[in-house]
């Protein structure tokens, strides 16, 4: 089946640590999103990728890296700079289409929490 | 700026009740519209959408919404509501030929449907 797989499902991250979030997807979408989830807070965008070897920042880049090496990987670093990573993390990917009416595809998810 | 309002954070019906989750946008031109659905730890599901036409839409597990444009919303709603539908509920909107860009969320409703 086709779909988004995001690894790994818990992290817990140390003072001062950079960690690193998987998604993998299957589709053969072109565009892929990090979303950070804080209760009441919604969703917001941390960074975005429309094609390989291109992305852009998105409300709240600060403190993460990303990559798009490939079409299928858009992996997310919660660097030693993000003071505050305890939040679900999630990730999202779509065709690439002129209209814009496909939906999101999401991921399952991680949990990030520091220790 | 596109933007997606929710104005109710938490939303309680009866089960066996209609229900009504609101939404109401600010996006340029004509918008696509979007219902997800998150269930705990989970990713986001994608319930229905409206693109264009008949402004009634349908979605899974019988949910609908209405597109009305003179009042810029599009509320979601369910004839008959289940404990199985108490969930967190976003809308999200994406303007005409914005391509991929990403969705504008709201903040989220949190549906609690009590037996």
């Known amino acids: 089946d086709g779909g988004i797989t995001q690894s790994p499902k818990y992290l817990f991250r140390k003072e001062g640590q950079n960690v690193t979030l998987s998604c993998e997807q299957n589709?053969?979408?072109?565009?892929m999103y990090w979303y950070r989830q804080d209760p009441g807070q919604g969703l917001r965008l941390i960074y975005y990728s429309q094609i390989v070897n291109d992305f852009q920042k998105g409300d709240i880049a600060e403190g993460y890296s990303v990559s798009r090496e490939k079409k299928e990987s858009f992996p997310l670093t919660v660097t030693s700079a993000q003071k505050n990573p305890t939040a679900f993390y999630l990730c999202?990917?779509?065709?690439?289409?002129?209209?814009?009416?496909?939906?999101?595809?999401f991921g399952s998810g991680t949990r990030v929490t520091v220790v | 700026a596109q933007s997606v309002a929710q104005p109710e954070d938490q939303v309680n019906v009866a089960e066996g009740n209609p229900l009504t989750v609101k939404c109401t946008y600010s996006?340029?031109?004509?918008?696509?519209l979007f219902w997800y659905v998150q269930y705990p730890n989970r990713g986001l599901q994608f319930l229905l959408k409206?693109?264009?036409?008949?402004?009634l839409v349908k979605g899974s597990y019988g949910f609908e919404a209405e597109f009305n444009k003179s009042q810029t919303s599009f509320h979601l709603k369910k004839p008959s509501a289940l404990v199985s539908d108490s969930a967190l509920y976003f809308c999200?909107?994406?303007?005409?030929?914005?391509?991929?860009?990403?969705?504008?969320f709201g903040k989220g409703t949190r549906l609690s449907v009590i037996a």
């Open positions: 999200a909107g994406r303007a005409l030929n914005s391509g991929n860009t990403p969705l504008v």
């Open positions: 996006v340029s031109g004509n918008p696509y």
């Open positions: 409206y693109i264009t036409g008949d402004n």
């Open positions: 999202a990917s779509t065709p690439l289409t002129g209209p814009g009416h496909y939906g999101d595809t």
């Open positions: 589709l053969n979408h072109d565009a």
